[in-house]
């Protein structure tokens, strides 16, 4: 069993930046695909950002540009650089792990995070 930690969430202003850390319990950035997901109230969560195992990264059309994942397999870490946050990135994040690297749904998720909320004020 895997746990997955996030932190670095929290309420900021529009056009902000803000970076989230997922800390696993062991190494599993270094051989499966770290991603992070969004859940906004009363809507489905869906697929934020992902990176292989190997570093290659994915993004869904509203992070790319302004997102930007990265790990830290020394520190079985996974984080996610936001950018120009605006109102409508207002949600939960998760952090999650897939033997699927790509633009996954949750169904391809092994393991996730408690969540962090992201609350972006305009």
């Known amino acids: 069993q895997v746990q997955l930690v996030e932190s670095g969430g929290g309420l900021v202003q529009a056009g902000a930046s803000m970076r989230l850390s997922c800390t696993a319990s062991?190494?599993?950035?270094?051989?499966?695909?770290g991603a992070w997901f969004r859940q906004a109230p009363g809507k489905e969560r869906e697929f934020v950002s992902a990176?292989?195992?190997?570093?290659?990264?994915y993004y869904a059309d509203f992070a790319r540009g302004r997102f930007t994942i990265s790990t830290d397999n020394a520190k079985n870490t996974v984080y996610l650089q936001m950018n120009n946050l605006r109102p409508e990135d207002t949600a939960v994040y998760y952090c999650?792990?897939?033997?699927?690297?790509?633009?996954?749904?949750?169904?391809?998720?092994?393991?996730w995070g408690q969540g962090t909320q992201v609350t972006v004020s305009s």
């Open positions: 999650a792990t897939s033997v699927v690297a790509g633009i996954i749904s949750t169904r391809d998720v092994y393991y």
């Open positions: 990176i292989s195992w190997n570093g290659h990264t």
């Open positions: 062991d190494g599993t950035f270094a051989r499966d695909a």
